[in-house]
């Protein structure tokens, strides 16, 4: 075999690998459009199943409280822990409640709080699923006469939207917290101070709808991922592990793309 041909099939195996790989993109991509269409059509008139939705909730806002309490207070801490070097040598103290809520606020908590709830809730709705696909539990649904879009997904659908809102409520408030009481510890910045800085006009409500406009988005992303694969799964037992490592790398690929979009388009 020639050098040149050699060259030549390394260049068409790169090619078909891109091309695979752009097929499996947006083969995903069009199989979650679908889903959101399907899901769609069960609000208009509602079709849900409320004490399903009662359980999600519970399951997925309720016992995903004490981590991101851990997550938003260590998390204030930190920005305060990177910025004090800078802080004690320009003598901007006063500038550390804007900086910490303007970073929190807008980027650090719906950011966070979203991968920690695709990692937790997010897996956890794909196995659910996909372990119901391969013990055929859906297709004994359908025998019932009872939709699984409305009896399963719609239900998880709204828990994870909600979930992730909430939950980017809490964050924003705990990592303030967090990050007060660092600011005092290591800057000897009294609250009030902190707060004042916070408060003091630089900052405004579109800067909270931004990052609570955010996790909306980022749940419907979260949702959508989770259940694609999840109903997709094939190949027993394998075939559920397959498809929550899908999930949690679909679904912090797509965060981080939609933040990107998101960032952009409202600045």
């Excluded at 752009?22 to 979650?32: D, E, I, K, R």
């Excluded at 409320?50 to 909730?57: G, H, V």
Aim: proline share 4%.
């Amino acid at each position: 075999m020639t050098a040149s041909t050699t060259r030549a099939q390394r260049f068409y195996d790169f090619a078909e690998y891109v091309g695979a790989g752009f097929l499996n993109v947006a083969s995903v991509a069009g199989g979650m459009g679908v889903l959101f269409g399907r899901i769609l059509a069960r609000f208009f008139p509602p079709r849900i199943d409320y004490p399903e939705l009662r359980r999600n909730l519970y399951k997925m806002s309720v016992k995903s409280v004490p981590i991101v309490i851990i997550t938003a207070l260590f998390t204030g801490a930190i920005m305060v822990i990177q910025a004090a070097p800078v802080v004690k040598r320009l003598g901007a103290e006063g500038l550390v409640g804007w900086a910490a809520g303007f970073t929190t606020l807008r980027e650090i908590a719906p950011l966070l709080t979203a991968l920690m709830i695709s990692g937790r809730v997010g897996a956890t709705n794909t196995a659910e699923l996909g372990t119901m696909v391969v013990t055929e539990q859906l297709d004994a649904l359908r025998v019932l006469a009872i939709d699984p879009i409305s009896f399963l997904i719609l239900p998880r659908f709204i828990g994870m939207v909600v979930t992730l809102f909430m939950m980017t409520l809490y964050a924003d408030a705990l990592a303030l917290f967090g990050a007060t009481y660092c600011a005092k510890a290591l800057l000897h910045v009294e609250p009030s101070s902190f707060y004042h800085g916070l408060t003091s006009g630089l900052l405004g409500f579109s800067d909270v709808a931004n990052g609570l406009f955010k996790s909306v988005i980022f749940g419907m992303v979260m949702a959508l991922a989770s259940c694609h694969f999840g109903l997709a799964t094939k190949g027993g037992a394998p075939g559920v592990g397959r498809a929550v490592n899908a999930t949690v790398v679909a679904s912090a690929a797509g965060i981080f793309v939609i933040d990107y979009l998101v960032s952009f388009m409202l600045g």
